[in-house]
């Protein structure tokens, strides 16, 4: 158990429509990256969040968006779902900021979008 | 370019054997981390080993090991003692340690997908 929990495990949903995914860190973390994994794209990073302000962005769609609340846990949104959109999607936490290189991000079970 | 290369898409290993799954990096950072994370058919990611660019030794975690090459900047996982639950995807990551805008994130490679059969 890495600590960190993800709701809901599965999302089965219709296109256009909109999801919200939740993320709550290990106790004591401070940082919070999503991820989207897809076969087509592998693991690609979409947002970072420390301490409840965004510090870093990826290649995340305008459609999706990220927020950190103050008991640190976040949320990740997306809205106008396309088929494409389809993936697992991970939620990961560290301690610090993020500037130290040698700081394990630990990964929530994920969470599992289907559109139909 | 690609940031993390595993160019291992299958392994397979029989058990209590030792197997090396790939993995080559790129950056210009002096400072970054590598990792490896193993991804079973459940779905979640799970911490396995770190290395720094620094250290002047190779991680060990109890049956992994990393072996690190700076000069050839690749960062290869032994599993020594192979076991049937080592079967699954394992992944090959980096974080650079100032990169500004792109701070504290994870590049990942494509992953390779070990077998252990009895």
């Known amino acids: 158990d890495s600590g960190v929990t993800q709701t809901p495990k599965h999302l089965i949903t219709a296109t256009g429509q909109r999801v919200t995914l939740r993320c709550s860190p290990r106790s004591g973390d401070l940082s919070v990256y999503w991820y989207q994994q897809s076969l087509d794209q592998g693991l690609q990073f979409l947002i970072h969040?420390?301490?409840?302000?965004?510090?870093a962005k990826g290649n995340i769609l305008e459609r999706f968006s990220a927020q950190q609340f103050p008991d640190l846990h976040s949320e990740l949104n997306l809205s106008s779902l396309e088929l494409g959109d389809s993936a697992l999607y991970f939620c990961a936490s560290s301690a610090g900021g993020g500037q130290y290189s040698n700081q394990p991000q630990h990964f929530g079970d994920g969470t599992r979008l289907s559109i139909l | 370019a690609q940031k993390i290369t595993q160019t291992q898409p299958g392994m397979f290993v029989q058990e209590k054997e030792a197997v090396t799954l790939d993995c080559t990096y790129d950056?210009?950072?002096?400072?970054?981390?590598l990792f490896w994370y193993k991804q079973p058919s459940s779905g979640e990611m799970i911490f396995l080993i770190y290395?720094?660019?620094?250290?002047?030794q190779n991680a060990t975690e109890g049956r992994y090991s990393l072996n690190f090459q700076k000069a050839r900047k690749s960062a290869n996982l032994v599993i020594s003692a192979s076991q049937l639950g080592d079967s699954a995807m394992y992944f090959c990551?980096?974080?650079?340690?100032?990169?500004?805008?792109?701070?504290?994130?994870?590049?990942f490679g494509r992953g390779t997908q070990l077998t252990v059969w009895p």
């Open positions: 990551a980096m974080r650079e340690a100032d990169r500004g805008s792109t701070l504290g994130r994870l590049y």
């Open positions: 969040y420390y301490n409840g302000e965004e510090r």
């Open positions: 950056t210009s950072d002096p400072s970054y981390g």
């Open positions: 290395q720094g660019s620094y250290d002047q």
